[in-house]
C-alpha cells in the first residue's frame, strides 16, 4: 500500500490516516508537502517579524539608535525571522522526527509524515498569534491560549513565566495527536512513547523559553 501525504484530512480524520500509514509500504507526494510546510512556516515568521512581534529589544533601543542604524536593525530581525522559519519548520520535521525514531523503532520516512501533520497545528497557532498579539498588543507570554498569562498571577520569575507561555492547549493538542498516531505504528510500550513525547516538548518548552529569557528569538 501507498500511503499519500494528506495533511488537512489527517487533522480531521486521524483514524483513517494512521491506519494507512501503519499498513504502508511507502510514502507518495512527500517532498511537496514538506516544501509547502517551509513556506508558510517562513511567512508566518516574515508577517511577524513585519508586524514587529518579538522586537521588543529593538524596541528598547529606539532612542539610542540613528535612523540608519534603526532601519538596520530592522533589516536585520527580518533576516533572523526567515531564518527562524526555516529552523523552526526544520527541527520540528525532522531532527523530532529523528527523536522520536530512536525511541519507537518506526520508519523515519512515516514518523516525517506524522510530524507534517502535527506541524499544521503549531503553524496555525503562531498564524491565530499574529492579529492577537497585533491588536491587543501583548507578547507570546500573554497569549490567551497559554498559561503565561496565569503564570503571571503567581510568580515574577521572567524564566518561569516564558516557560508557562509556551505551554498552550494548541501544544496539548499536539502531544495528542502525536501520541495517537505513534503509539499505532510502533510496538513499544505505550508508556514510554508518551514519555518520549512529552520529553520531547519539554525540552522545546525549555530551550524556547531560554531563548525568549536572554533575548534571542530563534524558534519562539
Known sequence: ?????????????????????????????????????????????AVSGLFGIGSETISKEVEALSAAELESKKQLFILGRLFAGI?????????????FWLAADISYIKLVSVQMIVLCIGLFEKALLIP???????????????????GQHFTSNGYLIHFLGE???????????????ITNLSNKNKYLILGTVVV?????????????????????
Do not use: C
Not at 88 to 95: M, T
Not at 135 to 149: C, E, Q, R, T, Y
Not at 205 to 213: D, H, I, K, N, P
Open 87 to 99: 529552523l523552526f519548520a526544520a527541527l520540528f520535521l525532522f531532527l523530532s522526527a529523528m527523536f
Open 132 to 150: 492577537i498579539s497585533v491588536a491587543m498588543d501583548i507578547n507570546k507570554d500573554a497569549s490567551p491560549f497559554a498559561l503565561g498569562v496565569i
Open 1 to 45: 500500500m501507498i500511503y499519500q501525504v494528506q495533511l488537512l484530512k489527517g487533522l480531521f480524520h486521524p483514524a483513517l490516516i494512521r491506519y494507512q500509514l501503519k499498513q504502508a509500504e511507502s510514502v507518495k507526494g512527500f517532498l511537496p508537502k514538506v516544501i509547502f510546510l517551509f513556506i508558510i512556516s517562513i511567512l508566518l515568521f
Open 167 to 181: 505551554i498552550s492547549i494548541f501544544q496539548v493538542l499536539m502531544i495528542a495527536l502525536q501520541y495517537y498516531f
Open 200 to 220: 520531547f516538548y519539554l525540552l522545546v518548552w525549555l530551550v524556547s523559553a531560554f531563548l525568549t529569557y536572554i533575548n534571542i528569538s530563534v524558534i519562539v
